[in-house]
């Protein structure tokens, strides 16, 4: 029986994949990866590493979850190192846990190897810093794939009074209504708000505005994008650094 690594590919450039992640891409007999994994990392494998697209991407899943636990199952009775390579960090809205917790119940050893997320890092090649002294003292990471006028929302709107720094995964199609959800809550129109899209890639675009008028100025932007709330927007112009 093989072994599982649930490991981090990070945002998209290849270069922010961990020491540790590298070390068992390049022994890998397989990998399993999500379309968020830059594919480039597949050319530190050696040769005869299978690769198994599993391809998910904002939310969205070619291959349901309960077929992806299964596939990773039969590639641990066949090979001896699994790499389960996924956009980010595997914990971060990568469904990492759900795949750890199958994997536990079938009694297959894995590991997990944590990666740069996107949440964090996007921003910061962006020029946004999450957190800042006298600005803001933390950030939350919320899903943006829920319909935010769905009764059945778990998200606590009301959370977001305060002037925390709020960064949304997955968010892009409901910009409109995430946007328009937080000036309903209270804050001010002219908030600021920025999205960044393919973060970190040659292809990174940022847009900066106000909860107003972001999602029309954001139109067009492309997937994987996400959105970044608070005051700590204002430091992007000055901080931009990411040259492509
Ligand atoms: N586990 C991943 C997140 C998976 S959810 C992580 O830790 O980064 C997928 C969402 O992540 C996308 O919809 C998008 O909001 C965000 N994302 C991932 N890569 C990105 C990138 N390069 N640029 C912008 N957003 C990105």
């Not at 998910?56 to 066949?78: M, T, V, W, Y």
């Not at 999205?195 to 932007?221: E, Y």
Request: net charge positive.
């Amino acid at each position: 029986m093989g072994k599982v690594y649930l490991t981090g590919a990070g945002p998209g450039d290849v270069e922010l994949l961990t020491i540790k992640a590298l070390k068992v891409i390049k022994k890998a007999d397989v990998i399993m990866y999500d379309r968020l994994a830059n594919a480039d990392i597949l050319k530190e494998a050696k040769d005869g590493c299978r690769f198994v697209f599993v391809g998910k991407e904002d939310g969205k899943h070619s291959l349901p979850q309960d077929k992806i636990n299964r596939l990773l199952e039969i590639e641990a009775k066949k090979s001896q190192i699994v790499v389960r390579l996924k956009g980010g960090d595997p914990f971060v809205f990568g469904r990492g846990a759900e795949e750890a917790l199958y994997l536990k119940k079938q009694n297959i050893e894995f590991e997990i190897i944590p990666g740069v997320t996107s949440a964090i890092s996007v921003p910061a090649y962006a020029g946004i810093p999450v957190t800042h002294r006298g600005v803001s003292v933390s950030f939350r990471v919320v899903t943006g794939h829920e319909d935010p006028n769905k009764k059945s929302s778990q998200i606590t709107w009301e959370n977001f009074k305060s002037n925390d720094t709020i960064i949304f995964l997955m968010g892009l199609h409901n910009l409109h209504d995430i946007t328009q959800k937080l000036i309903n809550i209270g804050k001010p129109k002219d908030y600021p708000c920025a999205v960044i899209s393919r973060g970190t890639t040659k292809d990174q675009k940022v847009v900066v505005g106000t909860l107003q008028n972001i999602s029309q100025k954001a139109k067009g932007l492309k997937t994987p994008a996400l959105i970044v709330v608070g005051e700590v927007v204002k430091f992007q112009q000055e901080l931009e650094w990411f040259k492509i």
